[in-house]
């Protein structure tokens, strides 16, 4: 089983729609958790970080963390054909390595 | 403002050659990293590096080498490449290492072993 569980998709939406992922981890000591995007062709980039348990927003964009259920989700509202990519989740205990999740791919469609 | 430049982005190698990857990084990090991206699998952490003269083994560093002369520099070499080693390497570097560390990537390489 692996450490970090994400649905690969592809998961496809229309413009305008609220679009949301979650990955779900085996490991109770991971406290950080990421969400990186990767667009084709190009490295990941840092689009959300959370501490623990509860919910932080930046823009369009929720991250939510439910530790009692080892469950993560990031929320996209008002999607735009410029968030197809592909969404990673990453986690780290404190002072450990960071583990990635294998990726959704989103799909935006105008 | 480059970030992290990665070169060559696309190799193919016969089984067996060897080559070095080339990761430069302009934004004087001292922690640089090497990943490897299989599909559906994730990132998985080859070597890492907390500072010039200083590497580390990550999860997969059989078939691997690096070094670290440079704060600039972090090359990964392979010695005899394997088709097990198909796959999208990417070079990444931070600033500091702790809870938010923030990791930027460079746009990774494409390698095929046939």
């Known amino acids: 089983q692996k450490e970090v569980e994400q649905d690969p998709g592809p998961l496809s939406v229309p413009e305008g729609a609220i679009v949301s992922l979650n990955c779900t981890y085996s490991?109770?000591?991971?406290?950080?958790f990421m969400w990186y995007r990767q667009y084709s062709r190009k490295g990941p980039e840092l689009l959300m970080y959370?501490?623990?348990?509860g919910n932080k927003e930046d823009g369009r964009f929720t991250a939510q963390v439910d530790k009692s259920s080892k469950y993560i989700s990031l929320f996209i509202r008002d999607s735009q054909p410029s968030d197809s990519a592909t969404y990673l989740c990453a986690m780290r205990a404190a002072g450990n390595k960071l583990t990635f999740g294998g990726g959704t791919r989103v799909l935006v469609k105008p | 403002n480059a970030g992290v430049t990665q070169t060559p982005k696309f190799r193919i190698l016969k089984i067996g050659q060897s080559m070095t990857l080339q990761c430069a990084q302009d934004m004087n990090h001292n922690y640089m990293y090497w990943y490897r991206q299989d599909p559906g699998m994730g990132l998985k952490l080859i070597y890492y590096s907390v500072g010039a003269g200083i590497t580390d083994k990550g999860e997969v560093p059989n078939g691997y080498n690096v070094s670290r002369s440079t704060t600039e520099d972090f090359p990964l070499r392979l010695e005899l490449a394997a088709p097990s080693q198909t796959s999208v390497y990417f070079c990444?570097?931070?600033?500091?290492?702790?809870?938010?560390?923030?990791?930027?990537f460079g746009s990774g390489t494409q390698l095929s072993v046939l």
């Open positions: 990444a570097s931070s600033s500091r290492k702790g809870a938010n560390e923030k990791l930027f």
């Open positions: 959370t501490y623990s348990s």
């Open positions: 490991n109770s000591a991971f406290q950080y």
